[in-house]
Every structure is written in structure tokens, then in C-alpha cells.
């Protein structure tokens, strides 16, 4: 092969560093010809013990490396940061742009000539996304997929999904703690992530929906020998990709974003799609807002998955997944490359319905008009977000009287107050859980009802925060708020008593006190002090941007494509 490929400049030299880079390697047993200009093939895992979504993930890269030697490729495997969602404190989401740093700079600084990320648990698929649009090498995804339905009691239970609703049934005095413990072992039967529509299973979604992956990659289950099929054929592929310089700006264009926005709320997506859309946008240099979401908007919910439905993901994959919600919004899809070198609508050809309850058509789908809605306001100026089809629909439209929780911890020590002063009509709000206060935007914007008004029966409520929440949790929980409490937005200023007014059909979110209040208020506000002091929080704290913008490190954005020229030696 006489191709001057990328990988040339550190196996191809005939001096001492390509004596060195070839000899070291060979420490593993490979051959010579290995080292003959053949493409080379990163194969960036997230596998870890400590994130149970991605366990499959060792067994993967071996169908992927049969693939690329197929193809005529020399595939190597390398670890980046695995972020374990269900795991990790404070939040995986505050590690989600240093898993980026990670999979950008290990991209870059070996010698490889395309990549395929392997990846599943939240925020593991965002960050392996963003660091590999920065350095723009052809590249393709391979998700772990979700775990088998879970089982209790002879019925079907989702992940997170019935854990709130369990939970809460406890608090309620409606569920034992014996049963409730129960339930532990039936939820997760296999490797994978939440087989609900969680932001796992959305952004394996989401991937597909962009071309970033073959078909079906979304809902194959973990521990079907399809998915390694599916390996194997994209260990095919990225070879393919190598030799027609497909790269991620060909394929994450404008047009493939929106059509993930498009997909989300067929799907009834997670709202962190769009914290991780956004910051994915700004590596690849679409200028990508807020207000784009609202293409969605009148999407109807197609998917009948938890926890805007009834199915899970074994469900979804069996009636004939991703490539059917693809076929079904063929009419508003936009024309988007993708990894296979075809138009996006290449795959929902030949695409069948099996099950027209789980996924339904457009004329009967499981709820109208269930895309994300997007907030402003003098309380969120820079906007928030709220799930519609998650949420109680007669809360969409609603004013009532504030209760104020100055941050999670006093949250914790009350919420469960018998003589907690809220009603049904309250409205509870949480500061300091933005990517600043916390540090991290963690998944705790749905906070559990009152117990007071649980064991009235009480199961939704309007709940605001500047956090963010699961994929696999439900209920009226307004998010995103922007600009966050830390910083001095508006949220910093609310006080238990004021009024506030929610319509998610004007896409309004209003605090309704006076300027003149406001701006006393603000004048006496003092912002806490953070007390990360040294260490990667530090500088997150110091660099992140706001969720409105992705939530990135604002150093991070865009991409730098130079090669690396000078040696280690």
C-alpha cells in the first residue's frame, strides 16, 4: 500500500523514531506487514467494571477488530475515561467534557488513521463524540445497547423509570421496603444501559438518527449476537471511511443535527440531548441554539417506550426500531451524509413495523406534539427546557406560589417535612445545581414530591431547577434554567412566596415580581463562595459554559485538525 496516510508519520520513517514507534509495538507480536501503510484503526473503549452500561464493551472491540482486519485494516484498541452514570459523585456529567479532552487528545496523538468509539452509559457517547470532532479523523460509533427488560413480579420493569415510581410508592406507604428490594435484582438482568428511553438509549438514538452509526445500532439489546454482527461490520466500515476521507464534518452537519432533534421527540427522548447537542455542535462549527429545538416541537411521539410509555428497548428493537421511526419521518427529514457514504434515508429502506403499539404511525402515535418546548423569561433569559411528554399536561399551563430550596442539601432535609407548607399547586424550586453551583448539572432537577402530598396521592408537580434530570424519569421538572443561581441569574433571587407562571405553549417561564424588587434583590445577592480550590472542578468551574451553550469548556470549543510534527525522541 503506498498511500500517505496519517499513520506513515510514525510507522512509515525509516530512522530511529520509526525504529521506535514500529519496535515497541511489536512487543505485542505483530508482524511486520502490519506496518506496510494499511490504514490503522483506533478502537476508543470506555469499558469499565465501575460503569456497568459499557461491560460489554471488551467483548465488542473483539467483533470490531475482526472487521478492520477483514477490511485490510490494523486495528488497536485504546482506554480513555469511562464515566459511570449510575456510579460516580458528584455527577458523570461533570467529567463528560474531560472523558472529551481525553478521546481528542489520545485521537491525536497516536499514530491512527480513523477511530471507532465504543461507548453507552450517558455521557460516555457526548464525550467520545465531541473529543473526535475536534480532531475530525473518520470516525463511527458502536454503542453497548441496553440490557434485557427487567422482570419482577411477572410484569416488565424499566430502568430508573420504576425505580422513581417505586420509590415514591414506598413513601407513600403503597409499597413495602421488602418488595422494594425486591425489585433490585430484576431491573438490571444483563449487561448494557437502562433499556428505557433513558439518554443512553436516546443518544444511541441520536446517533443513529445522525448517521454516526450503522443502522439499528440504537436498540440492538447488549447481549444479542447481532450487536456483534454489528461490530464487526463497523470494524468493516471505518476502514471504508479511512480510504473516502469520510470524516465527522461530513456527516454532523446542521442537517444531521436537526434530524437528531426531529428524532428525539419521535422517540421521546431524554432532555439531556440537548445540553450534549449543543456542545457537540460547537466542536463541529454549527452554530446550534436553544431556539433550534423547537424544529421538534410538534413531532408526535412515536415510541412507546418508558417513561413517556409503556414499552422498553427490547420492545422497541423487536418492532422494528430506529430504521422505522427513520421511515416514519421521512417527510421531514433533511438531506445528511452519513458513515455509510449514502443520504440518511438509506436507512429506513426496507424498514418494517412488527409492533404498531410500540411504535406508532403518525396519524395514531402515543401523544401529539412531544418535542422538547424551550422556556424564556425573566426567570430563564437564556432559556430552559421542559419534556412534554413526560410531563402532566394540565401543568403545562399553570401559576402558582413558589417554594424555595436554597440547595440540594436543604432539599434533602425537608422535602420529606410533614408540616412542609405546599400544596398540589406549589411549585418547587431548587438552586445551585447548574454546571457551576454544583459543579456538574447533576441529574437531580426531578425532585421527589413532598411526603406530605404523596400520601395525598400527589404524583406530579411543577418542579424548576437550574440541574438537570434522568433520561428515565418523568413528570413536569423544568430544566436547564439559564443563566444558573451560581452565576447570578434570576433563579439566585426567588424566594419562597413569590408567584410564578409556566406556559409551555407561549414558551414562557416568568417570575412575577417587579423589576424594582428584582433589582433590590439582586444588589443584596452574595454568590457562595466554591469551595473547589485546586484540580480538574477547579478548572471545570472556572471554564464551563452555560447549559444554553452546551455546558463545554468554553476552551474546548471547535477543533484543531494540525498535525503533530514533532517527535517524542
Not at 423509570?161 to 425486591?182: I, N, P, Q
Not at 400544596?423 to 459543579?439: F, Q, S
Request: with cysteine; proline share 5%.
Amino acid at each position: 500500500m503506498t498511500k500517505n496516510r496519517r499513520n506513515r508519520a510514525w510507522y512509515g520513517k525509516l530512522d530511529k523514531d520509526g525504529f521506535i514507534h514500529r519496535s515497541w509495538m511489536k512487543n505485542q507480536g505483530f508482524p511486520d506487514h502490519v506496518f506496510d501503510g494499511r490504514p490503522v484503526i483506533g478502537i476508543c473503549n470506555t469499558w469499565s467494571e465501575l460503569t456497568p452500561c459499557n461491560s460489554g464493551l471488551r467483548d465488542l472491540a473483539e467483533g470490531v477488530k475482526r472487521g478492520v482486519w477483514e477490511a485490510g485494516g490494523f486495528p488497536v484498541e485504546f482506554p480513555v475515561m469511562s464515566l459511570g452514570e449510575t456510579q460516580m459523585k458528584p455527577t458523570a456529567m461533570l467529567f463528560r467534557n474531560l472523558l472529551a479532552m481525553d478521546v481528542e487528545e489520545s485521537i491525536r496523538a497516536y499514530g491512527m488513521d480513523g477511530v471507532v468509539l465504543l461507548g453507552g452509559c450517558d455521557k460516555t457517547t457526548p464525550g467520545q463524540l465531541m473529543g473526535a470532532a475536534s480532531v475530525d479523523l473518520p470516525a463511527i460509533v458502536v454503542s453497548s445497547g441496553p440490557m434485557l427488560n427487567g422482570k419482577w413480579q411477572g410484569k416488565d420493569i424499566g430502568s430508573g423509570t420504576d425505580v422513581w415510581k417505586f420509590s415514591e410508592a414506598v413513601r407513600a406507604g403503597e409499597m413495602t421496603l421488602k418488595d422494594f428490594m425486591a425489585a433490585e435484582s430484576g431491573m438490571s438482568r444483563s449487561k448494557g444501559v437502562c433499556m428505557t428511553m433513558g439518554t443512553a438509549s436516546t443518544m444511541a438514538s441520536l446517533v443513529e438518527a445522525m448517521g454516526m452509526s450503522l443502522p439499528t445500532n440504537a436498540a440492538l439489546p447488549a447481549v444479542d449476537a447481532r450487536r456483534m454482527a454489528l461490530a464487526h461490520l463497523t470494524g468493516r466500515r471505518i476502514v471504508e471511511m479511512v480510504e473516502e476521507d469520510l470524516r465527522p464534518s461530513k456527516v454532523m452537519t446542521r442537517a444531521a443535527l436537526e434530524n437528531a432533534i426531529l428524532a428525539n421527540a419521535a422517540v421521546g427522548g431524554s432532555t439531556n440531548a440537548v445540553v450534549h447537542l449543543l456542545a457537540i455542535a460547537g466542536r463541529v462549527g454549527v452554530d446550534l441554539t436553544l431556539k433550534d429545538f423547537e424544529i421538534g416541537s410538534d413531532i408526535p411521539l412515536l415510541v412507546n417506550c418508558m417513561p413517556s410509555g409503556k414499552y422498553l428497548m427490547e420492545d422497541f428493537c423487536y418492532a422494528g426500531g430506529m430504521p422505522v421511526v427513520l421511515k416514519a419521518l421521512s417527510a421531514h427529514l433533511r438531506k445528511a451524509m452519513t458513515v455509510m457514504g449514502k443520504d440518511i434515508s438509506a436507512y429506513a429502506e426496507g424498514a418494517e413495523c412488527w409492533n404498531r403499539d410500540v411504535i406508532r404511525p403518525f396519524a395514531d402515535p402515543v401523544k401529539p406534539a412531544a418535542g422538547i418546548r424551550v422556556l424564556k423569561g425573566n426567570l430563564a433569559p437564556d432559556g430552559a427546557i421542559v419534556k412534554p411528554s413526560a410531563a402532566t399536561p394540565a401543568l403545562l399551563e399553570h401559576e402558582g406560589v413558589a417554594h424555595v430550596f436554597e440547595s440540594i442539601e436543604d432539599m434533602k432535609t425537608n422535602i420529606d417535612r410533614e408540616d412542609l407548607p405546599v400544596t398540589a399547586e406549589t411549585i418547587l424550586v431548587l438552586k445551585g445545581c447548574g454546571p457551576k453551583g454544583y459543579p456538574g448539572m447533576p441529574e437531580v432537577g426531578n425532585m421527589p414530591i413532598p411526603r406530605a402530598l404523596v400520601k395525598q396521592g400527589v404524583r406530579d408537580m411543577i418542579r424548576i431547577s437550574d440541574g438537570r434530570m434522568s433520561g428515565t424519569a418523568f413528570g413536569t421538572v423544568i430544566l436547564h434554567v439559564s443563566p444558573e443561581a451560581q452565576v447570578g441569574g434570576t433563579l439566585a433571587l426567588v424566594k419562597t412566596g413569590d408567584r410564578i407562571r409556566v406556559s409551555a405553549k407561549a414558551g414562557v417561564l416568568e417570575l412575577l415580581v417587579s423589576d424594582a424588587e428584582l433589582a433590590a434583590r439582586r444588589t443584596a445577592w452574595v454568590p457562595e463562595e466554591s469551595p473547589y480550590t485546586r484540580g480538574y472542578a477547579k478548572l471545570y468551574i472556572d471554564h464551563v459554559l452555560q447549559a444554553d451553550r452546551g455546558a463545554d469548556l468554553d476552551f474546548l470549543v471547535g477543533k484543531d485538525t494540525r498535525p503533530v510534527t514533532r517527535e517524542s525522541h
